[in-house]
């Protein structure tokens, strides 16, 4: 039977056999996410389309607690869109479940994959009942509170590199069904972030005659 996530070894194989096979060296990304990791999925399929301004691709593992199905990928979702974070065929990065109970022992592991940077995501639910069709200007008691947000740091460090938050994927039927998506608004600041901090190509120089 096929299961949905690779094993830790099966992944730092591939890893290295892309490291060894590209010509720019892809950046290996884990974006990681305790439960089902619904918005660390959403966040790696954002971020599997984009490339470094130096022409480098990404290599992305997304590292969840759970397995997540079908049915728990529910949230305003198509059918087609449900499948695509859920069937292991169609996702165009590499999918790990970590089942350590600790925050620790989940860091240890993360940091055994040998990514170059690391992205944590957290889903921070609202304890409230609310009736709005959008985020405000600021809390109001009819205002849903409930937001995502991730942090960016390089491999081994505690330095915080870059973090941000913004409401979760949401249709906002009374504005004609406008979506509102964080995942692509979060991929393009971390890109961002990335090519301001990692080294650029330089043009070839020629000696004058």
């Keep these: 039977m096929r299961t949905c996530c690779l094993s830790l070894n099966i992944l730092l194989l591939l890893f290295a056999a892309s490291a060894l096979s590209a010509q720019t060296y892809p950046l290996r990304l884990c974006v990681s ?9 959403k966040l790696s399929l954002a971020l599997s389309s984009r490339r470094l301004k130096s022409g480098a691709s990404l290599a992305i593992v997304a590292i969840t607690g759970k397995e997540l199905r079908p049915e728990d990928a529910a949230r305003e ?26 925050e620790k022992a989940r ?9 170059d940077y690391n992205i944590k995501v957290f889903f921070h639910q609202s304890a409230e009942i609310f009736d709005s069709d959008g985020p405000g200007p600021g809390p109001a008691p009819n205002e849903d509170r409930t937001y995502v947000e991730y942090e960016l740091r390089k491999a081994g460090s505690k330095k915080l590199l870059e973090r ?46």
Excluded: H, M
Excluded at 107 to 115: D, K, P, S, V
């Design 77 to 102: 979702l198509r059918p087609e869109e449900r499948r695509s974070l859920t069937d292991p065929s169609t996702l165009p990065f590499a999918r790990l479940l970590l089942t350590e109970k600790s």
């Design 164 to 209: 941000s938050s913004a409401p979760p994927r949401t249709i906002f039927v009374r504005q004609g069904r406008r979506l509102f998506d964080p995942y692509a608004l979060f991929a393009d600041q971390i890109i961002k972030k990335l090519d301001s901090i990692r080294p650029q190509p330089t043009g070839r120089q020629t000696t004058p005659a």
């Design 107 to 115: 860091n240890a592991r993360i940091e055994q994959l040998g990514c």
């Design 33 to 41: 996410q305790n439960e089902e990791g619904y918005d660390a999925l």
